[in-house]
């Protein structure tokens, strides 16, 4: 058999979603509707952010870091991806593949840090809300973001380094929508003993801890609120941290059902579905959800429209 290695094997053939014109079509148009109300949402959130004085605090500022990630990620997918669609399937280098791996790999796990840091910024506000300001400063909270996208940046470079050691054989061809390492895995001829390896090595801090400390964020939250007397007040405690939580459902949810979960009884069209849900389903809804369950932000937006309008 022979072998190539990743020098050597210059593109990569991705069959996106096969079917009739039609569907490839519609499946555009959708695409391309999401992809431009994903940018506008998240860009609206990071606008308001950071010119609207009463949004510059801890919680924003987080909110506006998870908006650039969400565009970061389905920038990097759905613009290669709805080429694929119209020309049903298309190449993309190898450099280009690594290059788009790196950004989506970055992002979500920058995304997974950022979110288990809102999780404890909202335990401070709710369990300890006498120490808040002095805890969550804004140069601690740039600090830790710029450590996050860092990590994330290393994390990532370490599977990248592996792949370009990896030897690949046979047509370059992957039934995929975009380049992540299962693409690279199934083309490999390698041992993908170290890669996987890896992949569990580094689940510890990227995906278990974070988990980990949500969980016991959102239990000692849980707990306060259930000691506040008022219904009210329980009420009003619980509306500061359900977008959130809600969006931590939604990520953890969609990326376990792609990389924890079994998927060898799935069939092909619902395993790029499900991949579909953690690059451009969530970062279509997170704006919507902040946008729309903060009474902050949309006052930020009245603002904003009577200032430029009024």
């Not at 506006?64 to 049903?88: A, E, F, M």
């Not at 740039?142 to 990248?160: A, D, N, P, Q, R």
């Not at 849900?277 to 937006?301: D, G, H, Q, W």
Request: aromatic share 12%.
């Amino acid at each position: 058999m022979q072998e190539n290695n990743l020098t050597a094997v210059t593109e990569l053939f991705l069959l996106g979603f096969q079917g009739s014109r039609c569907l490839r079509i519609h499946l555009f148009c959708l695409l391309l509707l999401i992809y431009c109300g994903t940018i506008c949402g998240n860009l609206l959130i990071i606008t308001l952010v950071s010119t609207s004085k009463n949004l510059h605090t801890p919680m924003y500022f987080f909110i506006s870091q998870l908006s650039i990630s969400d565009t970061l990620v389905i920038s990097d997918i759905v613009p290669n991806l709805l080429y694929i669609l119209w020309n049903n399937g298309g190449t993309i280098t190898f450099a280009g593949c690594i290059t788009q791996l790196y950004i989506l790999s970055t992002s979500e796990l920058f995304e997974c840090f950022l979110l288990t840091v809102m999780s404890y910024d909202r335990y401070v506000a709710i369990c300890n809300p006498l120490r808040y300001t002095s805890i969550m400063t804004s140069t601690y909270c740039v600090i830790l973001t710029t450590t996050f996208w860092m990590s994330g940046s290393c994390f990532t470079l370490i599977y990248i380094i592996t792949v370009k050691n990896m030897i690949f054989c046979g047509p370059p061809i992957t039934d995929h929508l975009f380049c992540d390492i299962n693409s690279f895995v199934e083309l490999s001829c390698s041992d993908t003993f170290i890669v996987d390896l890896e992949t569990y090595l580094l689940s510890i801090p990227c995906v278990l801890i974070p988990t980990a400390i949500i969980v016991a964020s959102y239990s000692y939250i849980i707990v306060a609120i259930l000691r506040i007397p008022s219904s009210i007040g329980r009420q009003k405690a619980f509306s500061t941290c359900s977008s959130h939580l809600i969006v931590v459902s939604l990520f953890y949810w969609t990326l376990f059902s792609v990389y924890i979960v079994p998927t060898k009884g799935l069939t092909l069209p619902i395993s790029k579905i499900l991949s579909l849900l953690y690059t451009v389903f969530t970062p279509l809804v997170n704006p919507i959800i902040y946008s729309l369950r903060n009474k902050e932000i949309k006052k930020a937006i009245q603002v904003a429209v009577h200032k430029h309008w009024g």
